[in-house]
């Protein structure tokens, strides 16, 4: 609750005011039949129809108060619990913007959606209902209580009974259900996930003709949800009926003690019956109060969820950073005894004693057998993760001592797995620099050799690219990616992998303008065909985790055996040819 | 495309309502004896409660009665078991109503969240390119959600809001009928109310909807990318976007829920309008009664019009519970509308009723032209012949139209103009489901499922036994790399293989194929992300993979498909070079230029 006072606080008057105008309505509630009284009471005993119809008047302005408090009050409610449901989605939204790599690999995707939408959801209906009840619920019953205690004590010693018992029914209720309502948002989420794999893996499922395997799966996912949804129901709609009997129950027992009290004579009979009035109206707010909590056990099942999001820890950050104002100016990266490893867990490291430097404005090329650990290496340049042993130096420094702003700012990255977004293609270029000149933007993609084939779309840079960009081939998409990393204008840029999908022809191209253009710019290009990288001034072969060569082609080929063999295994080919 | 959708789900929403209503209500055909039993249950329940209360006057009675203290003490027990047997009925029907209900929604929300699902296996590759996977996620969580949460609970408060509506109606005319007539007056009125606000919340509720599906839709796909944010430090500009998103949808939000809100004070109001003028009209009527000015119509005397009064604030309780359903109603139909949207989507074309068996997988591409929307050809013209066991491979730049091919044959999309055949049929004329059966697919963009590697293997085949999925992982070179994993063939893969390196997701989906059994292989930048090395190891297990079998290659890396029987040269959609590799090096055109490195494609 406490972690939630900072989204309560910015709408206070809202949560405040919301209330406590619903308590207009409830006083009008009271008010009335009290009016409607001395109406008959005094109108009608004295004949007088002036004074009804102004006993009328009354009523009416009443009632005009009523509506205007009942419809502020909604107001206020709604607003509120809107607006604090809106900031903790922000936070929530932010929260996962803080997060490293390393804990953006911890959630799946699904669930961080479910979370960001569906919890929060909860939590703000749970929000509404608590504000617009809030006040009306009490207010009656504690109105109840004092009327009932000032007409007789001894009668009112069943609820100190009663009430107690109740609240630990409820409560054991509640303490049943909040388990299993955890247990259904856990269903929710892996059925999400799994129709949302369904969703981006549809070309396989449709081309392998495994749509009824893929429905008797989601099948049982469904049946389990539902399974478990009832299961936790099952003990909320225990409620009403055990609400129901304890109200009976109290009933009984105060018309046995007071009618033995009646009969005695200790008690009239008006007063008993006003008395069983006021226990209905007492329990009625009770069972209010208790549904609402009730509610609330599947509203904490999503709270705790979300906290996870806004709890978890940022294991990367720039927080220590000794020399923030520090930016990437030349371009130098060095590796000092690196190891690293995704999971502290794992036995092995990924990388494993890594030692080299490449000086400012250099091509190098990576290359090494599929999981060797090319893509693991370059992704501690821009710190995407931290090393697990040793340093990386950036311009002679630590990166862990840049701010990340600035670190990546200096670093460009084409990942291996890329995405544009939705928008124009101008809209995803501008990701490299927001400022950039419609000039600057077609010299970007005109060295990344996109620019002709964008002019070809008749809508030009202004072409609306669909999710994930399916609009465009697989080479464009990434000649894309690499032309919005080039509008950085980065010092050191990281090409992993990011020609795959284009042809060689074009590849060649973008290496000339890289050679011509980039002169400063250290390149580092990870690559399947020796081809994309002989030419670079120094080319580093990794195998299973460790350097095994770092030199020229030409001293490569002399010296490293399986560089020769990677050379052969695709020169012998051609020859053969 | 989403906002073409959104204009369309609005047009079509207002006259629609019935037909929501209807089709949702459909969903609950199946257990009609059980909801009629949940209503006996509601009738019964309702019926203890008047009855409970109306104990309370023979007993209080009994109480004053003119009798010994010793008779009206047993008379009082008499009683009181009388109403707690009453009561114990009253629990018992809101007991099994609630348990009955609760099974009846789950079991409909079960349906729905099936069909929906079942639906969009049967759309077409069109559908899921053209709208957002948030979005299209959205309707699962968020819409069937609020239709939940109306089935669970709004039905039978429906119901017991009406029968308490019309028990009070006979009792108030049953006590006194011209009294009553202020109250007949008064209840068009907060119908007409009621109805203006239901109305006006509607398009309201349906605008929250969507606005909830566009930030489902902008999460879903930032997060999705979100190392791209990190890598470009765009985090705060997403922030921003987010913000503006989050904004409308906070105001749609309020906009709707207060509009939905009104109901509440609104007809409260209007209930307290009727008691007032009841109580006012009532007293006039006593008085002129007492005056002699009502003639014979005077009736109403101060008892009555206590008991009158009452019952009219009685009224009032009902009309407010059926108020307070009201936002939960709204948000579900807007939630349904939005579902049945899906699920009247036209489904993947399938007229063709011929399952190919035992095919040779002689494959001819004939004539064809297409483009994805009307105004772009993608391809123009394109004719190919593959005869049985053929390696045919394309070659061309990116976007000449290489994986439009494989698109069409596969029937992802439907041709404009010419034919497909295999073994001389129509490909329109093939049983769908038979026709991706006889094709093997290796896509380009490696796509894993949630489970183990075994399993993500078997996908090709379901029925291979272990020791086959270890022989399709030995083809294509995945056996080695699997070993080393913590598990083994038992490793969990997350969702998108996020553990994986992208070559190796590339040979487990190789794997995949080579268990297949299909006479026709499309490989589409198969090995793009797969080293030399490890593609010149696996080439031995693709030369076997590819035997007897028809297949289309797609690759960039000219020497993975040089020892192709035709290759076929694309650029702009049209093809401009076709023969084997030595024919169209001997032809010095751009294949030669290409493979030379001479020229560029573009």
Known sequence: MRQYWKYIRPHLLYFIFGPLLMLSEVAGEIVLPTIMATMIDVGIANNNIPYVISRMAIMFGCICVMIIGGLGGHYLSVTASVAFSADIRKDVFKKVQSFSFKNIDKFSTGSLVTRLTNDITQIQNITRMFLIMAMRSPGMLIGGIIMALRLNRSLAAILIIVIPLLGLTIGLLMYNAYPRFNVVQKKLDGLNSGIQENITNVRVIKSFVREKFEIDKFRRANTDLKDSTLNAMKIVICTMPVMTLAMNITMIMTVWNGGNLVVAGGMDVGNLTAFTTYIVQILMSLMMVSMLFLQSSRAAAS??????????????????????????????????????????????????????????????????????????????????????????????????????????????????????????????????????TREEIEEAADNAQADDFVKSFTDGYNTELGQGGVNVSGGQKQRLCIARALLKKPKILILDDSTSAVDTATEAKIRHAFATTLKDTTKIIIAQRISSIMDADKILVLSEGKVTGFGTHDELIKTNDEYRDIYYSQVDEEVSA | MPPMNEKRADTRKPKNTKATIKRLMSYLNEDKVKIGLAFVCVLVSSMTNLAGSYMLRPIINNLVADVSAAERISTLVVNLVKMASIYAAGVLAA????????????????????????????????????????????????????????????????????????????????????????????????AKIGTTIASRSRKRFSRQQAELGKVNAYIEEIVTGQKVVKVFCHEDQVIDEFETLNDSLKNAQIKAQFAGGMMGPSMNAMSQVNYT???????????????????????????????????????????????????????????????????????????????????????????????????????????????????????????AGKTTITNLIT???????????????????????????????VLQDTHLFTGTVMENIRYGRLDATDAEVRNAAVTSNAHSFIQHLPDGYDTVLEGDGSNLSQGQRQLLNIARAALS???????????????????????????????????????????????????????????????????????KGRYYELYTGLKELD
């Open chain 2, 517 to 587: 059994k299909a006479p026709i292989l499309i490989l589409d930048e198969a090995t793009s992300s797969v080293d030399t090395r490890t593609e010149r190891d696996i080439n031995k297990g693709m030369d076997t993979l590819m035997e007897n079998r028809t297949t289309f290659v797609i690759a960039h890396r000219l020497s993975t498909i040089r020892n192709a029987d035709a290759i076929m040269v694309l650029e702009h959609g049209v093809i401009i070079e076709r023969g084997s590799h030595e024919e169209l090096l001997a032809q």
């Open chain 2, 95 to 190: 007991f099994f109503q609630a348990r009955i209900m609760i099974g009846v929604s789950q079991r409909a929300l079960l349906k729905l969240r099936g069909d929906l699902f079942e639906k969009l296996q049967d759309l077409p590759v069109r559908f899921f390119d053209t709208n957002n996977t948030g979005d299209i996620m959205s309707r699962f969580t968020n819409d069937v959600d609020t239709i939940g949460e109306m089935l669970n609970s709004t039905l039978v408060q429906i119901f017991q809001g009406i029968v308490s509506l019309i028990g009070t109606l006979i009792l108030m005319f049953y006590t006194n009928f011209w009294l009553s007539i202020v109250t007949i007056v008064v209840a068009p009125i907060m």
């Open chain 1, 303 to 436: 709270s705790k969820r979300i906290k996870e999001v806004l709890n978890t820890v940022v294991d990367l950050t720039d927080d220590n950073s000794s020399k923030k104002d520090l930016t990437v100016e030349r371009g130098e990266v060095e590796f000092r005894n690196v190891c690293f490893k995704y999971y502290e867990s794992r036995k092995t490291n990924i990388l494993d004693n890594i030692n080299f430097k490449i000086n400012p404005g250099e091509t190098v090329g990576i290359i090494g057998a599929t999981g060797s650990g090319k893509t693991s290496l370059v992704q501690l340049i821009p710190r995407l993760y931290d090393v697990t042993q040793g340093e990386v130096l950036v311009d002679g420094v630590n990166v862990k001592d840049y701010s990340i702003r600035h670190l990546r700012d200096g670093v460009g990255m084409v990942l291996q797995k890329n995405v544009l977004f939705s928008g124009t293609i101008e809209d995803n270029l501008r990701w490299g620099d927001e400022n950039a």
């Open chain 2, 277 to 399: 003028l009841t109580a006012g009209v009532g007293s006039i009527l006593v008085v002129l009664g007492r005056l002699g000015r009502m003639g014979s119509f005077s009736a109403l005397d101060i008892g009555g019009l206590t008991v009158f009064v009452n019952f009219s604030r009685q009224f009032s309780r009902p009309i407010n519970e059926l108020a307070q359903q009201l936002t939960i109603v709204m948000s579900a139909l807007a939630g349904a509308e939005r579902v049945f949207d899906v699920m009247d989507r036209e489904p993947e074309s399938d007229r063709g009723d011929i399952v190919l068996d035992n095919i040779h997988g002689d494959v001819v591409i004939d004539d064809i032209t297409f483009g994805y929307n009307p105004d772009k050809t993608i391809l123009k013209d394109v004719s190919i012949y593959a005869h049985p066991g053929q390696k045919i491979a394309l070659v061309g730049s990116t976007g």
């Open chain 2, 411 to 441: 029937r992802f999309y439907d041709i404009d103009k010419g034919k497909i055949t295999i073994d001389g049929i129509d490909i329109f004329d093939i049983n769908r489901d038979s026709l991706r059966e006889n094709i093997a697919v």
